[in-house]
């Protein structure tokens, strides 16, 4: 299904809405689609009760750009389109960027959530991630093969051990990242938006919320954690001893239990 705003589309799926009260989006981190939830999408606790919500960002999986656009216009077409899908109950799980944006969203409007749980996520786009950004922003710009830029790319999200066990499935894997983020101009545009979001307004989360992360994450530091934590002392937090920025894919089992205690102490399933 397609959102369509006056600059850019939102792709979007719902799954598992028959008599499904309750609505749990995903909200990914820059690069990643569906696939980075795979093992989350499965996890029958979550689909008891749940009807899931996928969304691909502008320039992602087939969603148009129509011409450049802003952090702040990226916000308000999401939640516009949680509004128009009338959503109830819903769960923010974010990844990476995905946990700034949810953040960001929860803040401009304290409605829209009932939960946030937040993964391989800090107080703002880390140096690192900046780094990558601009990296990739520089190689669209010199229309550098996509084989060229998403083969370096794709490593810095994972441990050296996770990265070994994918060494089998090395061009499936930056197949998969070649073909999501096919759209050279409107990637170009994204990341021209996500580089230009300003500095996080004052205030509060109003609701129950949850950072998961690992101890040496290399995109966003443990530093990086902490800050958020510090900004929003409310947020639980947890960590695992890991060197992967994916913990939802490395450590599912340890994610996915976390996820699922959390909702259950917070409005339950």
């Not at 050296?160 to 090395?170: K, V």
């Not at 307004?201 to 949850?210: D, R, S, T, V």
């Amino acid at each position: 299904m397609i959102f369509e705003s006056d600059k850019f589309q939102l792709a979007y799926r719902l799954y598992n809405q028959t008599g499904k009260a309750n609505t749990i989006v995903f909200l990914n981190g820059v690069f990643h689609g569906e696939d980075t939830w795979v093992k989350q999408k499965r996890l029958r606790p979550l689909l008891a009760s749940n009807q899931l919500l996928f969304i691909d960002y502008p320039g992602c999986n087939g969603a148009k750009v129509h011409q450049p656009f802003s952090y702040d216009e990226l916000c308000q077409a999401l939640i516009a389109l949680f509004k128009e899908l009338n959503l109830q109950h819903v769960t923010a799980i974010g990844y990476s960027l995905g946990g700034v944006i949810a953040v960001d969203l929860a803040l401009r409007d304290p409605t829209l959530f009932e939960r946030l749980v937040l993964l391989n996520t800090g107080k703002s786009i880390s140096v690192h991630g900046r780094f990558l950004i601009n990296n990739v922003r520089h190689a669209m710009a010199e229309d550098l093969p996509m084989s060229s830029t998403f083969c370096n790319v794709f490593p810095w999200f994972f441990s050296e051990r996770y990265l070994t066990a994918l060494d089998g499935m090395y061009d499936q894997v930056l197949k998969r990242y070649m073909d999501y983020n096919s759209d050279r101009h409107g990637i170009g545009l994204l990341l021209d938006a996500v580089s230009g979001r300003g500095p996080r307004g004052e205030g509060q989360l109003a609701i129950p919320a949850m950072l998961l992360g690992t101890e040496g994450d290399p995109i966003c530091s443990a530093s990086q954690q902490q800050a958020l934590i510090e900004r929003f002392p409310s947020i639980e937090y947890h960590a695992i001893a890991s060197t992967s920025h994916a913990a939802n894919i490395e450590h599912y089992q340890w994610i996915n239990q976390h996820i699922v205690d959390f909702m259950e102490r917070h409005h339950g399933l």
